[in-house]
């Protein structure tokens, strides 16, 4: 073997061996858990789930829109990640989502809608965190305005707030 292969040949072993190892699991939350994501996902933080801090959600690209909801008579500025982007950092890979409120208020949403419209789970209202004793700390949003359908009644429902559990199923 000559010099230059006796010197690529550990060089090539160590680049092998990083493309070899996982990626960084899913950090572990540092702040209180405001969202507990479970089922069908392969990148968690506990045994069982992953567990977001609001500093996790906050790291992620973040989107405003300002929409008319069904709730409140003005526009209302939502903040917070696209909930595709949320579910990708779980790497969730099922059909559906039954998010649970604070309440126990449950509704099923079609993973398919993450993918068609950009909803976010929004913890800002207005510029300001989303107090719990409303509907916060987390609210999954759609942009209603955007497109005629989503005026339907199925999206109103499918919009929980006090959000606090999202499993994939």
């Known amino acids: 073997m000559n010099a230059f292969a006796r010197f ?3 060089v090539f072993a160590a680049l092998a061996l990083a493309n070899a190892v996982p990626a960084a699991a899913l950090e572990a939350p540092a702040g209180k858990v405001i969202l507990t994501v479970s089922g069908k996902i392969a990148e968690k933080n506990t045994a069982t789930a992953a567990d977001f801090d609001l500093a ?3 790291k992620l690209p973040q989107k405003t829109f300002t929409t008319n909801t069904p709730w409140d008579k003005n526009p209302i500025k ?31 949403i079609p993973l398919a809608d993450t993918k068609q419209f950009d909803m976010v789970l929004a913890h800002k209202m207005n510029d300001q965190p989303i107090p719990s004793r409303t509907k916060g700390p987390l609210f999954i949003v759609y942009p209603f305005d955007s497109k005629p359908e989503l005026k339907a009644k199925m999206y109103e429902d499918r919009s929980p707030w006090q959000v606090r559990t999202l499993n994939i199923e």
Not at 86 to 94: D, I, Q, R, W
């Open 8 to 10: 690529m040949t550990p």
């Open 56 to 58: 996790m959600l906050e």
């Open 78 to 108: 939502f903040t917070g990640p696209l909930l595709r982007d949320v579910l990708a950092a779980t790497k969730a890979s099922g059909t559906q989502i039954k998010a649970v409120a604070v309440n126990d208020y449950a509704t099923t």
